[in-house]
C-alpha cells in the first residue's frame, strides 16, 4: 500500500513569516558563522556577472550596463545583499523577504527605497514584503535571481513552481539563478524550537537528482551542481547556479 500524500502544514506562510519576525535578531547572530559557504558561491556568481576587467577583450570599453538582480527571501540583507550592492554596481537589486522584520532590518543596514550615486555609479535598492510565490515580473527582468536559504522554505511542488517562474524571468543567454535546496528529497519537516521557542519552521526539497530534474524542466542549464557540507554544522546543501540559455 502506497503512503498517503504528504499534507503540508496550516497556515504554512504566515507561521513562517511569525517566526522570522520574532527569531530575526537570533536567526541574523546565529547565521554570520554560516556564511563563507554562502559567499563563496555569491563571489562565482558576482565572477559571472561581472568578469574581472583581465578577462575582458577591451577592458577600457565602456562603463558596464546597470544589472537587475532579484534576491529571493533576502533576510535582514548581510552579508548578501549589501555585496550584491557593494560589487555588482551599477545595480538594481530587488529584496524579498516574507519577514517584516527582517526586512525592517535590511532597511537600517542598506538604506530605504531609492537610488544612491557615488563615483558617477548608481546602485539602487527596493525591498518587497511579500510571499515569493505572490511576485510578479515581466519575462527577461533580470540578470541574475538568488535564493539562499529561502526557496527551501516553501513546499516542494511551490519549488517546482518558482523554478518555472524564475526561469521566465531571466534574460535568456545571460541570465543566472543560484540557490541552495535540500540534499536528499524530504516532502516537508517541521521544527518546532529552531533557534527559539517561538522559531516553528518548516523545510521540504526534492533532493539532488529531483532538483536538477525541475531546473532541467524549467529550461535552465546546469552551470554548478554540488553538494556542500556547511562550514559549522553538519547540514549539507545542494547548491546550484543554473544558466537560461539563448532564445532559439
Ligand atoms: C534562512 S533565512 C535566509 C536569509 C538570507 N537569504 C540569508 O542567506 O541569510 C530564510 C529567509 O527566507 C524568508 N522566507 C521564508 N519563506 C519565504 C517566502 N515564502 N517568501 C519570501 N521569503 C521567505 C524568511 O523570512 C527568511 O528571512
Aim: charged residues 25%; glycine residues 8%; contains cysteine.
Amino acid at each position: 500500500m502506497s503512503a498517503p500524500p504528504y499534507k503540508e502544514p496550516e497556515n504554512l506562510k504566515a507561521r513562517i513569516k511569525e517566526s522570522y519576525d520574532a527569531i530575526a535578531p537570533e536567526y541574523n547572530a546565529w547565521t554570520i558563522a554560516h556564511s563563507p559557504v554562502r559567499l563563496e558561491y555569491l563571489d562565482r556568481l558576482i565572477a559571472l556577472l561581472r568578469p574581472a576587467p583581465s578577462d575582458l577583450a577591451s577592458p577600457d570599453g565602456p562603463s558596464p550596463a546597470p544589472l537587475r538582480i532579484l534576491e529571493l527571501g533576502c533576510g535582514a540583507g548581510l552579508p548578501v545583499t549589501g555585496r550584491l550592492l557593494q560589487e555588482l554596481a551599477p545595480v538594481h537589486v530587488t529584496g524579498n523577504d516574507i519577514s517584516t522584520s527582517q526586512l525592517d532590518m535590511a532597511r537600517q543596514s542598506l538604506g530605504v527605497h531609492g537610488e544612491k550615486v557615488a563615483d558617477g555609479v548608481t546602485t539602487k535598492v527596493d525591498w518587497v514584503e511579500s510571499d515569493m510565490m505572490t511576485l510578479s515580473f515581466p519575462d527577461a527582468t533580470f540578470d541574475a535571481v538568488l535564493g539562499m536559504y529561502s526557496v527551501i522554505h516553501l513546499p516542494r511542488e511551490e519549488q517546482a513552481e518558482i523554478i518555472k517562474r524564475i526561469a521566465q524571468w531571466l534574460k535568456p543567454g545571460t541570465g543566472y539563478f543560484l540557490a541552495n535546496f535540500a540534499e536528499n528529497p524530504m516532502p516537508g519537516i517541521v521544527m518546532k524550537n529552531w533557534l527559539h521557542e517561538k522559531g516553528w519552521m518548516f523545510w521540504s526539497g526534492w533532493g539532488v537528482d529531483g532538483t536538477e530534474a525541475k531546473l532541467a524542466d524549467a529550461g535552465l542549464e546546469k552551470v554548478i551542481s554540488k553538494v556542500e557540507p556547511d562550514s559549522v554544522d553538519k547540514s549539507n546543501f545542494h547548491w546550484v547556479v543554473a544558466r537560461k540559455p539563448a532564445a532559439t
